[in-house]
């Protein structure tokens, strides 16, 4: 008798499916209210730096597939990776494959340095988590050039990740967006990472 395979497998759980949209929802708040709503722009990037210190922290105490360790590659098998993505013929991973790691700490830098560099521009007038704290000195005026370039690098990157997010739902045959909603994917008996755990 043939062994029964479920046809879905859970991968992310829902702090980090909350994480995810909750960061999609502040993050475009704050890039949309940067000149015309301060107050607004202010809290939303609050919100982001909250939702930065709890995955920082679920990357590492968190489910298996939440966890920086279950995703972070050498940047030569990111590499090979996406040389494999243009030959149309990739290893598949339940949980992030090197390429979509990679991109997971690029965006988790960036927004940190834009969140930083945010609170580093109100502190120099007092105000906010930094103020009375060495980031209180630095030149507002160069932190407000860094902020903006900063921003425009993270929307870049995000970009970046909705065309990698498309092109590998079609590699994989998988709705991506769809298993960040419901936290699963269709179950396949050749996932590198699942294949491994179950040894």
């Not at 708040?29 to 982001?48: R, S």
């Not at 709890?54 to 360790?69: D, E, P």
């Amino acid at each position: 008798m043939s062994e029964q395979h479920p046809s879905t497998i859970p991968v992310w759980d829902p702090l980090v499916r909350i994480f995810h949209w909750s960061l999609v929802l502040f993050f475009s708040i704050a890039y949309i209210t940067e000149d015309n709503f301060l107050t607004v722009h202010v809290w939303a990037g609050y919100t982001v730096a909250l939702l930065l210190a709890f995955r920082l922290v679920w990357g590492v105490v968190g489910t298996r597939y939440a966890r920086f360790s279950s995703f972070i590659t050498s940047p030569k098998t990111v590499v090979e990776y996406m040389r494999s993505m243009l030959h149309f013929r990739v290893a598949h991973y339940l949980g992030h494959n090197p390429a979509a790691g990679a991109m997971v700490i690029a965006l988790l830098l960036s927004l940190i340095t834009v969140v930083f560099s945010g609170m580093s521009i109100i502190a120099a007038d007092g105000q906010g988590p930094l103020a009375g704290t060495w980031a209180a000195r630095l030149d507002a005026k160069w932190m407000e050039e860094i902020h903006e370039f900063l921003a425009n690098l993270t929307l870049l990157l995000v970009f970046l990740h909705v065309g990698g997010v498309v092109f590998s739902s079609f590699l994989e045959n998988q709705n991506l967006p769809r298993a960040m909603l419901t936290g699963k994917k269709k179950y396949r008996n050749d996932y590198v990472d699942y294949i491994r755990d179950k040894k």
